[in-house]
Structures are given as C-alpha cells and as structure tokens.
C-alpha cells in the first residue's frame, strides 16, 4: 500500500513539473533574448572577470513583457532595464512591434576584478506580434523606471453594429 502511495506521489510530481516547465516554455519563449556585443557596449575582457560563466561574445537574458488590448488600442510593455531611452529604437514591422536596443556596461573605476556577471550587455532584437493592425505613425512610447511602454492606436476601429433583419 506505502509503495502505491509513494508511486502515485512521484507520478503526481513529475506531471507538476513536467506541467510547468511546458507553461514555462510557451509563455516565456519570445521573452528570451540574445544579447550580442555592440560597437558601444564595452565589455570586459574574460580575463578579467572571474565567472567562470561569463563569455564576452554574447549572452541571453529575459525581457518580460506584457502585452494588453481594448477596443482603441494595443498597449505593449517591455521590462528593459538599466538603459538610456536613447539607446531605444522601436518600429513596427510585418505585423510585429520590434524593439532594438545597445545596453552598455559601466566600468567600475576602482581597483578590484569582477567576480560575477550576471546582467546581460550589448545590442538586442526583441520582437513582439501584435494581434491586430495598428497605426504605427500615431504610436506613443514612454520609458519610465526601466520598462518600455508602447501604445499602438488600432487601425480599424470598428464598433460593434446592430442591424435588425425584417422578417417577411
């Protein structure tokens, strides 16, 4: 009877995991970004870092977003932390908002060694789908506290119509 138990417990977790590793998977897949070295971003040398973890040519990070929809509009936000909005490019293209970016490391100006880098620096390509047509030359964007808010208005606005159908 203990080992029936136990072999529905393991079962019953494994499908937990395997479940959320899935939902993992699908809604953080667009989220993941490559990061590759820019003309700009200024990162150190390996031999000057300690983390074994660190690799110079490039690196991938998360860049969360929230896209959200109303009847006038999309409104997408992007967490892209630790930038300048100047160093933001946003264009909609191909029914995609896309959003290129440089994000630069900052040398530390004392003596001393990295011994962990974790954040992820240089130029990146995040590509949103946007679930409607939208009027890209009428489009706001704000950067505030590190996330991107972009807000498309919608190309057709069409309210729903009532039409009555006379009955013969």
Known sequence: MKLDELRQGLTSFWDS????????????SSALTGFKPGSNTNMPQKTQVDDAFYIPSGTWSMLGGDLFEDENRVVVRL??????????????????LVVHGEKRFEQENTEGRYRVLQCAYGSFRRVVPLPVAVLADRAQATYRNGVLRVELPKAEHEMPRKTAIRVD
């Open 79 to 96: 967490e892209v932390p630790g930038m300048d909005k100047n160093d933001l490019d946003i264009g909609v293209q191909d029914g995609a």
């Open 17 to 28: 995991v395997a479940e959320g590793w899935q939902h993992l998977r699908r809604s953080a």
